[in-house]
């Protein structure tokens, strides 16, 4: 029985990703500690250019309060990607802080809310997934605007 053809070249796009994310990681350690300041649509436009890279990136926060938190930019249609909290930072009181605002402030996710923020983190693939997925790997919260919205349910 043969693999087929897609899920061998899925599993080398992968093994790529994370070469190049490892790469790119010894190189940002010889470059210095100074996050590279980008855009959401910078990152989805050309994710694999800032893996393993330490970005700065303001966006808008959506989130279901239990599977999902993305960082979205209107100016690229929507453009999206996803935000891990680890658990080296969740004591960080800035972390803490827009943690509070997506699950504790209300209800959870973003419903009824409206979370922007600017990021501090290192860019990667997340290669759990069948097909590579990018996330911000969040190191700090440079700044957080929360602003309740009332809900608008349709008749």
């Known amino acids: 029985m043969s693999a087929r053809p897609h899920s061998i070249c899925a599993r080398l796009l992968r093994l790529l990703i994370l070469c190049a994310g490892m790469f790119g990681i010894a ?33 808008e926060v959506h989130s279901d309060g239990m599977d999902y938190i993305m960082l979205v930019d209107r100016a690229c249609n929507d453009g999206q990607i996803s935000i891990a909290f680890s658990d080296e930072t969740a004591h960080h009181a800035d972390v803490d802080a827009l943690s509070k605002a997506i699950f504790g402030d209300g209800a959870p996710g973003t419903v ?18 069948q097909w590579p997925f990018w996330q911000l790997n969040l ?15 349709p008749r």
């Open 27 to 59: 190189s940002f350690a010889q470059a210095g500690d100074v996050p590279q300041r980008v855009s959401v649509c910078e990152l989805v436009k050309d994710p694999p250019s800032f893996v393993g890279h330490r970005v700065e990136v303001a966006g």
């Open 139 to 153: 190191e700090g919260v440079l700044h957080l605007d929360v602003k309740h919205v009332p809900l608008h349910i």
């Open 112 to 129: 009824g809310k409206e979370i922007k923020v600017t990021v501090v983190g290192m860019f990667a693939p997340y290669l759990a997934a």
